[in-house]
């Protein structure tokens, strides 16, 4: 379902709402679908898009393009993010004001060109540059990985607008459109940032330090609500979730333990005693009692990750993988990782649980163990030396 609104004078939201998604991208649940949302701004000379919709939805954007474009067509389609929930309908634009003009970062024309497989009219904007629409003015600025490399965000400065794509959107369609006339949707908020924004904190904290003294009186994200009453609460918002995590000033260690007949969590006790014995803190949990959001938390306010980790059928059990699968969904404080484990009749997980951390870019300064069944006295006090070393390697 599309539609128009004139959020402002000659400013347009014309998106499209989307109710009966259930999970966007085919990874994230919605509980209330998502919108598309996307803009229209008429200047005294020029007429710019602001991003388009999924392309099941181009029939109608486009309908809706052509009645509020009328006779003056398209000047501009400025592109703040690559991603095809608000490229799906740029082909069709294209063909339909072929005269109109690309407007995105040098990222975003390299995606778009493997996006689209031909070339189009771009103009590449370099940060703050300004497009004059005959009274009305677009002010770019580049928001790397807020949430691909190519995003950036568009600030209307005569009417105090910002458009600015993924970030500080939520999945949440409703009838409404504005934030204070929609129901509470603050879980959503801040499920979306989780699951998009998380693993860029960094980044986001820089996109904030661009936007918090620029005047504005609504921001216009591309998904869900937009957002008037609680623009100041949604910038320290996003602040505060995407906040470094605090120093303790030691060296701390998370130890996830997976140990189905406590052979690999007798082991972490010695790993624990050789890690505590070079002054590294160490978070123990055993992988099962702790929640994905809690495991994130872990994961990213401590220096070292290392796994204690059996072999069942030649393999790391599933709770094992599910925890490593979190690994890019977080931005980690450090990135060394260590994993020893016991076995009954083969011990391949050690080496494959490396491998992952490997592939993820995990330094690994000491080489993994594993031994059969029970520790023995002489295993024992390996695993204090496996502690030991990591704890070293760990105060560098
Ligand atoms: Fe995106
Ligand atoms: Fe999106």
């Not at 490399?149 to 105090?160: N, Q, S």
Request: aromatic share 10%; net charge negative; with cysteine.
């Amino acid at each position: 379902m599309s539609g128009t609104t004139e959020i402002r004078s000659d400013v347009f939201w014309l998106g499209a709402r989307h109710f009966d998604l259930k999970i966007f991208d085919e990874l994230f649940p919605t509980r209330n679908g998502t919108t598309y949302n996307a803009y229209l701004i008429r200047g005294e000379e020029k007429t710019a898009l602001i991003d388009t919709v999924k392309a099941p939805f181009t029939r109608e954007y486009l309908q809706n393009v052509e009645r509020l474009a009328g006779d003056r067509g398209v000047d501009y389609v400025v592109v703040n993010h690559t991603e095809p929930d608000h490229s799906g309908a740029l082909d069709k634009v294209l063909e339909r004001y072929p005269q109109a003009t690309v407007v995105c970062t040098r990222p975003g024309e390299n995606f778009l060109r493997q996006i689209f497989n031909h070339p189009m009219k771009t103009h590449i904007v370099s940060e703050g540059e300004e497009i004059d629409l005959g009274g009305r003015t677009l002010k770019f600025f580049l928001a790397p990985y807020l949430h691909w490399p190519d995003t950036m965000f568009t600030w209307l400065p005569e009417e105090k607008l910002l458009f600015s794509c993924d970030a500080f959107g939520a999945h949440f369609c409703s009838e409404t459109l504005f934030d204070d006339e929609t129901p509470d949707f603050s879980g959503e908020f801040t499920f979306y940032f989780d699951s998009i924004m998380r693993p860029f904190k960094e980044k986001v904290r820089e996109a904030v330090a661009k936007v918090e003294n620029l005047s504005i009186d609504m921001i216009l994200p591309s998904h869900g609500p937009l957002i008037r009453r609680d623009v100041q609460a949604k910038i320290d918002a996003y602040r505060r979730l995407s906040a470094a995590p605090q120093d303790t000033g030691r060296k701390r260690a998370l130890l996830l333990t997976l140990s189905p007949h406590g052979n690999t969590r007798d082991m972490a006790h010695y790993v624990r005693e050789g890690l505590e014995s070079q002054g590294v803190e160490v978070e123990e949990r055993a992988i099962i009692t702790v929640e994905n959001q809690e495991l994130r938390d872990l994961i990213e306010s401590t220096d070292a990750l290392i796994m204690a980790t059996p072999t069942i059928n030649r393999d790391a059990p599933p709770p094992v993988w599910q925890a490593l699968s979190l690994l890019t969904t977080v931005a980690p404080r450090g990135k060394l990782g260590a994993v020893f484990g016991s076995f009954g009749w083969s011990g391949e997980a050690v080496k494959m649980v490396e491998e992952r951390l490997a592939g993820l870019k995990y330094n690994l300064p000491v080489p993994g163990i594993h031994f059969r069944f029970k520790p023995t006295e002489d295993d024992q006090i390996a695993c204090r030396e496996f502690g030991r070393k990591v704890g070293q390697a760990l105060q560098g």
